[in-house]
């Protein structure tokens, strides 16, 4: 994703002046999106700024929905090497594409998975410089599969999410997540997605047109930042390489 093409999406975040200090820094950021809608064009946009060159940012991935090997193809399309990073020690990738499919019937447990994941992290993020502990951010790619490998408890998933929290808090880094928004009916939304949208201080949503599909329009992207107590509405149409964020009847084509 080029500068010219993110100018809108980046405003609305805050990253459009400055990338260090990392703005997103001691925030809770709820991406969620839809099955015909993916937002996760956003989670890479994020992951890419948050690597930038120009910063001594940290991530820490925790990957429940694809392989190292899926975010390192498309990473590169958009100009980030996340094995260099990697090497450097500024992306830590924790798979946990395996929880999804335990042995027997165990799954994660309060005691073992979930807890063991976030001793993991506290103890990633204890082990870097204090200078770095602000520029950490902590990005989950699904809670849906989360909440699936937790064998459908909603509550370990709660847990764990509080636990990330505390840290941004403790280290004032930042916490990103994206959830699927439509494979929940409107009654049956688990806990852990209403308490994502209560603590995030900035919550995007990807949504299909109102109008319904288009061939130069893929959806459209409402920002809701609680900080600037401002709410940013714009299309979005996603390339090989790039998404094009503009304002409604501006599209480039």
């Not at 890419?48 to 990473?75: G, M, Q, W």
């Not at 990633?124 to 502990?133: N, R």
């Amino acid at each position: 994703m080029n500068q010219r093409s993110s100018n809108l999406l980046d405003e609305a975040l805050g990253l459009d002046q400055v990338i260090e200090p990392w703005p997103l820094r001691g925030r809770v950021v709820a991406i969620e999106d839809q099955v015909e809608t993916s937002g996760s064009f956003v989670l890479h946009h994020l992951l890419k700024c948050s690597l930038s060159p120009n910063s001594s940012n940290v991530t820490i991935f925790i990957a429940f929905s694809e392989p190292f090997s899926h975010y390192d193809r498309i990473l590169r399309k958009l100009g980030c090497n996340l094995v260099s990073q990697r090497d450097n020690s500024r992306f830590f990738f924790f798979d946990m594409l395996k929880l999804q499919c335990p042995d027997g019937d165990e799954g994660i447990t309060p005691e073992g998975g979930l807890i063991a994941l976030y001793g993991k992290i506290h103890k990633t993020i204890s082990a870097l410089p204090e200078i770095c502990w602000r520029n950490v951010s902590i990005i989950i790619d699904d809670l849906s599969l989360m909440e699936v490998a937790a064998n459908g408890s909603s509550d370990y998933v709660l847990d764990f999410l509080h636990y990330c929290r505390t840290l941004t808090s403790e280290f004032d880094c930042s916490l990103i997540t994206l959830n699927h928004e439509d494979i929940y009916s409107s009654e049956d939304r688990p806990t852990f997605f209403i308490q994502m949208e209560y603590l995030a201080d900035i919550l995007i949503k990807a949504e299909p047109l109102a109008t319904g599909l288009a061939t130069d329009v893929h959806g459209q992207l409402t920002v809701s930042n609680k900080g600037r107590n401002k709410v940013s509405n714009f299309h979005f149409k996603v390339k090989e390489n790039v998404v094009e964020c503009f304002y409604p009847g501006r599209s480039r084509g």
